[in-house]
């Protein structure tokens, strides 16, 4: 296991691209942020689908993370994405994790993505990670 | 439809954020490129998810503008990727589109995610757009 | 909105080949039962995956009818399923869903699926479907 | 690997219950067929969804097989499908398989789902099976 401490030392110092804020991690659960600005907009005044899949992937992420421990090699082997609402172009993204199957090679997750605020989630995402075999 | 020319004229105006290149669009399909660069990596020497999931995102929405004109609000509504293999940290990705139905309202294409030069795709995407209702 | 009842008595009539039992339904969910013979099974001892994604899919049309009344000609236009734990052969399988969002031409919800008794789950789905437009 | 003979005497000891015809594998692809009748058919004079998820997962078990050999504890671990056209109601469903990669422990496919005659498909799948590791 890791502590939210610990995963935002190691995504800062190897996903120093990221912008995701690590919000709470623990119990097969994770909720994290991302800041919406001008980068993830797109025409009609809305947060672009990639920025949604990118918080999605993160919140997966750091749940695995904060269950497992620092696994910089986990990576993503699949992602089903559905878009339900418009996300609000002034708010920032919410994704809030929930882990479904934790197996030695396969770790399952669903993360419902929030406008901060808003009770109904814009997008729904299910993801499968493929955890290397440690030696 | 909407030519090649007519696409990246739009989408400079509308989406000035995109980092995604039209190489060819017609006949119900679309081919993109994406540049690789320090912003599009992560651990392990490869392309991020999110960017894979964003240039499929990019050819599924070029390969529609080629086929039913210049109509910004169209949304993806689902999508689907799986990864399939690591993609090369200084190569190009490239999206090749197939539209696979071509709904009133619902558009479903499948696209092939390659680093440049590799002949088996680096992932696979499935995606679903929804059309607005023209008045 | 439809009631049990009229949910039970349609799907008798005009899906006279659904193996499917209506256990509750209201509040955008809805929870069914399938039961496990000869048939469901294959080797290793356990349910089959169609079984299971029939299970999901008529869990996901009977929370639709519970929430939009009967609508016999509403389709599923998507349907991504997650299989995480073996199935008991000698158990029936029980799904709950839970509509994610209700919008006026598509529904999308998900699924879990259990074997009767066990309280985690055997396979997640996250489905979208069709509402044919009323005139 | 396995030919169409060693495949279809498996499937009828394994799987006396399928109703699956396997018309053709190798090259990592398959092809089967599905009889359509009563039992598979639905409101609306159409095939059920969950009969061409079953096709589908038929015809990538079958390409699989063909690849790798007689495997018969192989899973399938996820499954998208998008419906795209109403089935014929008086015609075989087609199910057609490429193998899109071979890992040795995942292995992802797409398979085209059609009525038998057609050339548009009626249904798109994407799936995911685990090989169980040998010793």
Known sequence: MASKEEIEKFMMADFP???CIV????????????RIGFDELRPGGTV????????????????????IGIVSLAVTTSLTINFMRKPSSTKDIIGKCTLLKIGKS??????SLYSEGDAKAV?????????PKSD
Chains 1, 2, 3, 4 share one sequence.
């Open 17 to 19: 691209q990221s912008k």
């Open 23 to 34: 919000e709470a991690v623990g119990e097969q659960s994770a909720t994290v942020r991302h």
């Open 48 to 67: 672009s689908g990639p920025v949604l899949m990118t918080v999605a992937d993160c919140a997966l992420y750091v749940a695995i993370l904060g269950e």
């Open 106 to 111: 396969l770790i399952v997750g669903e993360v």
């Open 123 to 131: 997008a729904h995402v299910v993801g499968t990670y493929s955890i």
